[in-house]
């Protein structure tokens, strides 16, 4: 069964950081453009930052500057690291996987992506 799972939420006050981490299970994410999406209840679900086979990232410009997305093949684990974190970016995270070996150019669209995580909520206070 193709799997990933999340990890690494939680609740941190304004200005903090949090690093996410997506472990995939029977799926090699070095493959693919994988990423992660954040939803909150008023929100459509929508991309925070992909990287692809070759290692290039993208980012919302919601993100820019705070965020990094990397992966590390040898574990085969995407990781997120959020920082300077304000209560906007309070959502549940999702890491996600598009069959492509590239990224799309409306890659914040989750059509795109068929395995999902089972998602991790960040809440941040001001």
């Known amino acids: 069964e193709v799997r990933l799972v999340e990890s690494g939420g939680g609740s941190v006050q304004s200005g903090g950081s949090l690093r996410l981490s997506c472990t995939g299970s029977?799926?090699?994410?070095?493959?693919?453009?994988v990423g992660w999406f954040r939803q909150t209840p008023d929100k459509e679900r929508t991309g925070v930052a992909v990287?692809?086979?070759?290692?290039?990232?993208t980012y919302a410009d919601s993100v820019k500057g705070r965020f990094t997305i990397s992966r590390d093949d040898a574990s085969n684990t995407l990781y997120l690291e959020m920082g300077s974190l304000t209560p906007e970016d309070s959502a549940i995270y999702y890491c996600?996987?598009?069959?492509?070996?590239?990224?799309?150019?409306?890659?914040?669209?989750?059509?795109?992506?068929?395995?999902w995580g089972q998602g991790t909520q960040v809440t941040v206070s001001s």
């Open positions: 996600a996987a598009d069959p492509s070996n590239y990224c799309s150019t409306s890659w914040w669209k989750d059509i795109h992506y068929n395995v």
């Open positions: 029977a799926y090699t994410l070095s493959y693919y453009c």
């Open positions: 990287i692809d086979s070759n290692h290039r990232t």
